[in-house]
């Protein structure tokens, strides 16, 4: 598995990304966004690893390892086939289109692209969907992050005990956030080059790690929400340069070194491989329901394969820091490869336990597992299993807090750019669109909506973030193909991956919908459910009528007066 996931995502890099890049053209002298629009704030220049790190901390978390992890019931092919058919043919492809739709259009969002090339309709209806997902996505991550920091347990007996992991892990991310900051100076106002910068990077990962497991933080869950939301709250309007791309740099070299040291083990250890290759097109769940082959596996594996979050961090935050635009084939596809290698790893990890002997180990979350594997691999060189496996944890929960920043910056982008056309005049508009347009108003009531939705609890709304993160990629797919047409540039190879990926939401979203509604008229809905069910039933409706107008767009026969860009 790891030899064939290493020649054919190595491959589609050199081959077909180059590709792409030759067929859709790119000019190295064009003076891209990050310059032609820079306002220290969100358009900032930046050297291609700082830029790769941001894109690939913001992309990754710990989608990829609990996607391929909870799809292992299928067995390992239909996961092994979607990671790398998804990864290299929609996801990487995806990534790339959004992040070069954006930087041509000026480092506009999908949003704008849509207004561009769609209609204002279009626009408005994605901005509105991409504003409520954002609200989802906030809430979600924003409980587990607060979960993986949370440093008291209570046992059946109602005793309380002390997590020391995960105090290690809040002390670590914490000290992440400070030495952000310190490194995001250094690297503005420093004339060293990346080599020293990358040395200083890697300094300030060793002894945040060091200082985490010497000194745990011990709060508790309700402390952890406040503290979590009041960072995002921050991070969501600080400049890029003073947070968000150092301390995305920072996590990148944290993520990339479990990835190495993951590959190492798979190959020192050679691991067996327990997993059957097929179980069954149906599998129960825990209260007797089918989970359908299609479209469960193609829903559950999104950030390893594809995923819309992806085309609002390459068109959002990423293109927005582009120095030049030959960058963008190693930040957006190649990032989205190294993802899919992550998932690669996931199955493989899952895929070394026999049957039991995981949860016969304590191992009983996606991110828990991953590292138990990682841990046992490396064991074999003699590395210590506690050592490796706290690390392993600590990697994978530094990273679900560095997605919550940008998908909230995103947003709050959403909610700004709702209320503003391309002909808006700043310096004439109305008191209620200044308010709306605001940054800090923009912010509090994305995350006021985030907050209350949290206290929910992420698992009854996680189910609908696989839906409606895989709608997003259809719009995003839609979108670029729009573009790409208008701009008399090839689009062909978004379609089939738009259509397929139309099929799978389509069908998922309608699954969920009849489920809550079936439970509705029968044993009535809580908060929670209902919850979901609101947002299920916009999230179809809004996503069904941008795609249809894209569609619309992209059949016409008629030549677009546009010229290429």
Same mark, same amino acid.
């Given at each position: 598995?790891?030899?064939?996931?290493?020649?054919?995502?190595?491959?589609?890099?050199?081959?077909y990304g180059r590709y792409l890049q030759?067929?859709?053209?790119?000019?190295?002298?064009?003076?891209t966004p990050a310059y032609e629009m820079?306002?220290?704030?969100?358009?900032?220049?930046?050297?291609?690893?700082?830029?790769?790190?941001?894109?690939?901390?913001?992309?990754?978390?710990?989608?990829?390892?609990?996607?391929?992890?909870?799809?292992?019931?299928?067995?390992?092919?239909?996961?092994?086939?979607?990671?790398?058919?998804?990864?290299?043919?929609?996801?990487?492809?995806?990534?790339?289109?959004?992040?070069?739709?954006?930087?041509?259009?000026?480092?506009?969002?999908?949003?704008?692209?849509?207004?561009?090339?769609?209609?204002?309709?279009?626009?408005?209806?994605?901005?509105?969907?991409?504003?409520?997902?954002?609200?989802?996505?906030?809430?979600?991550?924003?409980?587990?992050?607060?979960?993986?920091?949370?440093?008291?347990?209570?046992?059946?007996?109602?005793?309380?005990?002390?997590?020391?992991?995960?105090?290690?892990?809040?002390?670590?991310?914490?000290?992440?956030?400070?030495?952000?900051?310190?490194?995001?100076?250094?690297?503005?106002?420093?004339?060293?080059?990346?080599?020293?910068?990358?040395?200083?990077?890697?300094?300030?990962?060793?002894?945040?790690?060091?200082?985490?497991?010497?000194?745990?933080?011990?709060?508790?869950?309700?402390?952890?929400?406040?503290?979590?939301?009041?960072?995002?709250?921050?991070?969501?309007?600080?400049?890029?340069?003073?947070?968000?791309?150092?301390?995305?740099?920072?996590?990148?070299?944290?993520?990339?070194?479990?990835?190495?040291?993951?590959?190492?083990?798979?190959?020192?250890?050679?691991?067996?491989?327990?997993?059957?290759?097929?179980?069954?097109?149906?599998?129960?769940?825990?209260?007797?329901?089918?989970?359908?082959?299609?479209?469960?596996?193609?829903?559950?594996?999104?950030?390893?394969?594809?995923?819309?979050?992806?085309?609002?961090?390459?068109?959002?935050?990423?293109?927005?820091?582009?120095?030049?635009?030959?960058?963008?084939?190693?930040?957006?596809?190649?990032?989205?490869?190294?993802?899919?290698?992550?998932?690669?790893?996931?199955?493989?990890?899952?895929?070394?336990?026999?049957?039991?002997?995981?949860?016969?180990?304590?191992?009983?979350?996606?991110?828990?597992?991953?590292?138990?594997?990682?841990?046992n691999f490396l064991s074999v060189i003699? +590395?210590?299993?506690?050592?490796? $496996?706290?690390? #392993?944890?600590?990697? /994978?929960? !530094? @990273?679900? =807090? *560095?997605?919550?920043?940008?998908?909230?910056?995103?947003?709050?982008?959403?909610?700004?750019?709702?209320?503003?056309?391309?002909?808006?005049?700043?310096?004439?508009?109305?008191?209620?669109?200044? +308010?709306?347009?605001?940054?800090? $108003?923009?912010? #509090?009531?994305?995350? /006021?909506? !985030? @907050?209350? =939705? *949290?206290?929910?609890?992420?698992?009854?709304?996680?189910?609908?973030?696989?839906?409606?993160?895989?709608?997003?990629?259809?719009?995003?797919?839609?979108?670029?193909?729009?573009?790409?047409?208008?701009?008399?540039?090839?689009?062909?190879?978004?379609? #089939?991956?738009?259509?397929?990926?139309?099929?799978?939401?389509?069908?998922?979203?309608?699954?969920?919908?009849?489920?809550?509604?079936?439970?509705?008229?029968?044993?009535?809905?809580?908060?929670?459910?209902?919850?979901?069910?609101?947002?299920?039933?916009?999230?179809?409706?809004?996503?069904?009528?941008?795609? #249809?107008?894209?569609?619309?767009?992209?059949?016409?026969?008629?030549?677009?007066?546009?010229?290429?860009?």
């Amino acid at each position: 598995m790891m030899v064939i996931a290493i020649v054919v995502l190595g491959g589609a890099y050199l081959l077909y990304g180059r590709y792409l890049q030759n067929k859709w053209g790119i000019d190295p002298n064009a003076k891209t966004p990050a310059y032609e629009m820079e306002d220290g704030v969100d358009y900032v220049p930046a050297d291609t690893n700082v830029v790769f790190g941001h894109q690939f901390a913001s992309i990754a978390g710990a989608g990829p390892i609990n996607g391929p992890i909870q799809a292992a019931i299928f067995g390992w092919l239909p996961v092994l086939l979607w990671i790398l058919i998804g990864g290299v043919f929609f996801g990487a492809v995806q990534d790339f289109a959004s992040m070069y739709a954006s930087v041509k259009n000026k480092g506009r969002t999908i949003g704008y692209i849509i207004e561009e090339y769609i209609g204002k309709l279009g626009k408005k209806l994605f901005l509105l969907f991409c504003w409520l997902f954002c609200i989802l996505v906030v809430a979600a991550f924003a409980d587990v992050v607060a979960g993986t920091f949370n440093g008291f347990a209570a046992d059946k007996a109602g005793e309380v005990t002390k997590v020391v992991a995960n105090g290690a892990v809040a002390t670590t991310s914490m000290l992440f956030i400070i030495e952000a900051v310190a490194l995001g100076f250094f690297l503005k106002y420093s004339k060293f080059n990346k080599w020293i910068n990358t040395l200083v990077a890697i300094a300030l990962l060793i002894v945040a790690i060091v200082l985490g497991l010497n000194f745990p933080m011990y709060l508790n869950l309700s402390v952890w929400h406040i503290i979590i939301f009041a960072y995002i709250l921050i991070a969501s309007v600080t400049p890029v340069w003073a947070l968000l791309q150092p301390r995305d740099y920072l996590n990148s070299y944290l993520l990339i070194f479990m990835i190495v040291g993951a590959v190492i083990g798979v190959f020192v250890a050679n691991p067996a491989c327990n997993l059957d290759a097929f179980t069954a097109f149906a599998i129960p769940d825990a209260n007797g329901n089918p989970q359908y082959l299609f479209p469960i596996l193609f829903v559950t594996i999104a950030c390893g394969a594809v995923s819309g979050f992806h085309s609002l961090v390459s068109s959002g935050t990423a293109s927005k820091q582009i120095k030049n635009e030959k960058n963008m084939l190693p930040v957006s596809f190649g990032a989205m490869l190294m993802e899919s290698m992550l998932a690669i790893l996931a199955l493989i990890a899952v895929a070394s336990f026999s049957k039991g002997e995981a949860a016969a180990q304590g191992l009983t979350t996606q991110p828990q597992i991953f590292a138990g594997a990682i841990a046992n691999f490396l064991s074999v060189i003699g +590395l210590p299993h506690s050592l490796v $496996f706290t690390l #392993i944890n600590l990697a /994978v929960s !530094a @990273f679900a =807090l *560095t997605s919550l920043d940008s998908v909230a910056r995103v947003g709050r982008l959403s909610f700004q750019e709702f209320w503003l056309d391309s002909d808006t005049d700043d310096d004439n508009m109305s008191p209620f669109v200044k +308010l709306m347009t605001n940054k800090y $108003f923009a912010t #509090i009531i994305t995350l /006021v909506l !985030a @907050f209350l =939705l *949290t206290k929910v609890g992420y698992a009854e709304i996680w189910p609908l973030f696989g839906s409606a993160n895989q709608l997003l990629s259809v719009l995003a797919l839609v979108a670029c193909a729009v573009f790409l047409k208008k701009t008399k540039r090839q689009g062909c190879m978004l379609w #089939i991956p738009m259509v397929f990926m139309m099929a799978v939401t389509f069908t998922a979203l309608g699954m969920t919908i009849y489920k809550l509604t079936k439970a509705l008229f029968s044993v009535g809905l809580d908060l929670g459910n209902s919850l979901q069910l609101i947002f299920a039933v916009l999230l179809l409706i809004l996503g069904v009528l941008v795609a #249809i107008q894209g569609v619309k767009k992209l059949c016409e026969k008629s030549e677009s007066k546009k010229a290429a860009a």
